[in-house]
Every structure is written in structure tokens, then in C-alpha cells.
């Protein structure tokens, strides 16, 4: 059984790749952490030269990710919610699966699951359920294609502003969007994937119940 884990997250090292290393952790199997940052994958053409080769014509990583996803009997994706809504890069890189869709269905019966980064993870009267539709994004691609969800981690994370220099004093500065005209950087602080306990522990049963699901 093999497991693929893929972050849309182009930042080193950041809250998506660690929530998502955790869930790998938790399935407990051997597992490949894919960054898209690392490959060159840009939207699907929609000009349907893969329907009878599987193979994508553009000339770019996308054949290589379509092996490894065809490989995988479970895909864990990791994205984060600029503008309340699935990364660009997490995006595309669902898009251009569209290969394996044709006649065999290379994706249906595999296991599925999405981590999402978000400022806003919470339901709010005053602002978009921007991790919800990030996940919701996920999950109906993978109900699309066929695959068995699993589930969803929802992972609260930073707003840019936080390392921009200028998030105390902008006018569109996401901390006063988020919590209020008086915020700042410091008393906001920064939400890390390590100091949510709730968030890890939610993150081991997601792998747990992922190992469960399997049939080996």
C-alpha cells in the first residue's frame, strides 16, 4: 500500500506540510511528501488531447504527478485559502488528474482526504467559511473522480500581513479584517500547527481512520 501526501503550500516548511506530515505519520505506512512549489504544473488546457492516451499533452510536470497519484492507493492534499477560496497551485494540480479520468477511472476506489490552512476556520456572520470551501473543493474532486473521502483537517493559520512588515499599520491589513481595528502582529501572535492540540490530535485520527479504511 502506498500513501501520497501533496501540499499546495509554496512556504518552507509551513503549517499545511506540517499537518499534512502528521496525518502521513498517523497512517503509519510507507508515504511520498510531494511539494507542488518543486514541480512546474500550471492549469488544465481543457483540449481533451488526453482522452484516449491518459497522458496530458502540455509539456510540464503533470504527466510525472498523474504517475504517482495513479501509483497511490491513498491521496492526502494539503491547500491553504487565499482569497477564502483553494490556492492556485492545489487547483491545478487537480485539474491536470484529468487524465486519468478517461474510459478506466484510474483515480475511482482510492482513498482520499484534505488538510486545509486557513485564517478562517470557524463559521462567522462577518467573513467567508474560507476553510470549508477550501476542503469542500477537495472533497468534490475526489467524489467526482470516484475516490472514497475520508475527511477533512481544518488547520488555523497566519494571514501574510504577519511577516509583511507593514501588518500594524496597513488599511487593508488582514489582522484589523480579522480581529478588530485595535490588532496588531504581536497580540494576534502566530498560530502554529504545534500549538493546536485539538488540530493534532484531530490530524492522528484522520490518519488512523485513513489505515482503517484500507483493505489490504
Do not use: W
Not at 502540455?58 to 492534499?77: F, M, P, Q, R, S
Not at 497551485?89 to 482520499?112: D, I, S, V, W
Amino acid at each position: 500500500m502506498k500513501v501520497l501526501g501533496v501540499s499546495g503550500s509554496p512556504i518552507k516548511n509551513s503549517n499545511s506540510d506540517r499537518a499534512l506530515q502528521a496525518v502521513l505519520d498517523a497512517i503509519g505506512l510507507e508515504s511520498e511528501f510531494i511539494k507542488l512549489s518543486d514541480y512546474t504544473v500550471g492549469p488544465c488546457n481543457a483540449c481533451l488531447g488526453c482522452v484516449t492516451t491518459n497522458r496530458c499533452v502540455i509539456k510540464d510536470d503533470g504527466n510525472t504527478l498523474c504517475d504517482k497519484v495513479k501509483e497511490a492507493d491513498v491521496l492526502v492534499v494539503s491547500g491553504f485559502t487565499p482569497y477564502s477560496t483553494l490556492d492556485s497551485r492545489t487547483k491545478a494540480f487537480m485539474e491536470r488528474l484529468y487524465p486519468l479520468r478517461h474510459n478506466n477511472g484510474y483515480l475511482a476506489g482510492k482513498l482520499g482526504a484534505a488538510v486545509i490552512t486557513s485564517c478562517v476556520t470557524a463559521p462567522s456572520e462577518m467573513l467567508p467559511p474560507a476553510a470549508q470551501l477550501g476542503a469542500n473543493a477537495i472533497h468534490y474532486f475526489m467524489m467526482e473522480e470516484g475516490m472514497n473521502f475520508v475527511g477533512s483537517l481544518l488547520v488555523h493559520g497566519n494571514v501574510p500581513c504577519v511577516k509583511c512588515g507593514n501588518g500594524d499599520v496597513c488599511q487593508m491589513s488582514g489582522f484589523k479584517m480579522l480581529y478588530g481595528a485595535e490588532a496588531t502582529v504581536d497580540s494576534v501572535g502566530i498560530h502554529a500547527f504545534e500549538n493546536q492540540l485539538e488540530i493534532i490530535q484531530q490530524a492522528k485520527d484522520l490518519g488512523k481512520k485513513l489505515r482503517e479504511s484500507l483493505v489490504f
